[in-house]
């Protein structure tokens, strides 16, 4: 196996996956880029541009079967390597999605095989715990650890900047934090101290919070267009547009992506679970095994809501995202069964076509 790809973030985990029959024909690369649907990849060598084969666009039925960044892909070079046909993904270690921004019931896959997902968020207004038990519900939901960033702590005093941290340790007892200002050379030497050779990070948060300079800054370079947020209400101008893997100069892997205005969820279990653990250990000492912990006798949830245990709002985000991963859940059943059905007309359709 070539030190290359190593260097990309394919461990042992990866090489115990390998398929030594397709190595004959395809060579191993990870997505770095993605842009509709063309993509670069790199062989740790060189950074190719990719596009996949016809069997990706007629022989998958969900936004899954397709690669995100951070996957690793089987590819076939041409033109002396500079062009790629990826015809294969790799085996993921975690998967990174969320429901499609508006009415579209569907995923959209934010990265795959990451180690560990930073959530960004600004000590501003930017700031807000509902938000965070999001971005912890999404991230829950697959193997991944999640760590957080309190960026723009130039912007408040050390007290507020404390009491925010110790309302997040209030709720996620054991998360580690890292209060930071772009502004700081020695935050910024604090921070690279904390990525390991080889895992691969992602960087998640609002657009404006300052993940592209933070990835500027680490690298030392200009490199990624960063720009002002809007004065009137302090919101980013979503100056990220792609998803793009780089390696910094202590081996890790990192992924910026654009900030995200909405985080919807689809069929969370797992995920709500490990984020509201207490809720999810207290539902077992519910009356029915079914208890929805709104208006049941017995519910021991609204127990501890009354007893002041837990506290109103995270209550109440849990249960806006438990009724609104179900909601989903049926509208995305009920769109695939219907895509499932309109397949099948087609394809008698076609066929009889054919046949007269
Ligand atoms: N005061 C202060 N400003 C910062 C800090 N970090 C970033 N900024 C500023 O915030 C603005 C937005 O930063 P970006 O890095 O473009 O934000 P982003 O998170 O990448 O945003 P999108 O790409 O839109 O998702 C820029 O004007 C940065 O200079 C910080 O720690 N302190
Ligand atoms: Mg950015
Ligand atoms: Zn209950």
């Not at 890292?178 to 990070?201: G, H, P, R």
């Not at 506290?311 to 009920?334: C, D, T």
């Amino acid at each position: 196996m070539n030190d290359n790809i190593e260097r990309l973030g394919f461990d042992e985990w990866f090489r115990d996956k390998i398929d030594p029959t397709k190595l004959e024909n395809f060579k191993l690369a990870r997505v770095i880029s993605v842009n509709k649907n063309s993509f670069v990849v790199s062989t740790g060598q060189k950074d190719i541009y990719a596009e996949l084969t016809g069997k990706f666009l007629f022989s998958s039925d969900s936004s899954e079967d397709f690669p995100t960044v951070g996957d690793w892909v089987y590819t076939q070079l041409f033109d002396d390597d500079s062009l790629a046909i990826i015809h294969e993904i790799f085996p993921r270690k975690s998967l990174l999605k969320r429901k499609t921004p508006g009415k579209k019931i569907e995923y959209q896959l934010i990265a795959a095989n990451i180690d560990k997902a930073i959530i960004m968020q600004s000590l501003d207004s930017n700031f807000n715990l509902r938000r965070l038990e999001r971005y912890l519900v999404m991230i829950n939901e697959s193997k991944i650890t999640p760590v957080i960033f309190l960026s723009k702590s130039d912007l408040i005093g050390q007290d507020e900047i404390e009491s925010k941290i110790n309302d997040i340790y209030k709720i996620i007892p054991d998360i580690k934090i890292t209060a930071f200002s772009n502004n700081n050379l020695q935050d910024i030497e604090n921070i690279k101290a904390l990525f390991t050779l080889s895992e691969t990070y992602c960087l998640l948060g609002s657009s404006g919070v300052g993940k592209t300079t933070l990835l500027n800054n680490l690298i030392h370079q200009d490199l990624y267009k960063t720009q002002a947020i809007r004065e009137k209400d302090g919101r980013g101008k979503h100056t990220t547009t792609r998803r793009e893997l780089i390696v910094l100069e202590n081996g890790a892997i990192i992924i910026d992506s654009p900030g995200m205005r909405e985080l919807g969820i689809i069929s969370i279990e797992s995920g709500l679970d490990n984020t509201f653990n207490e809720i999810a250990e207290l539902s077992e000492q519910c009356r029915f095994a079914d208890c929805t912990h709104t208006i049941e006798e017995g519910c021991a949830v609204l127990k501890a809501l009354e007893e002041g245990i837990i506290s109103k709002e995270r209550y109440q985000n849990y249960i806006k995202m438990y009724k609104e991963s179900l909601y989903n859940e049926m509208s995305y059943y009920e769109k695939r069964q219907k895509d499932k059905k309109f397949g099948k007309f087609m394809h008698t359709y076609m066929k009889n076509k054919k046949d007269k």
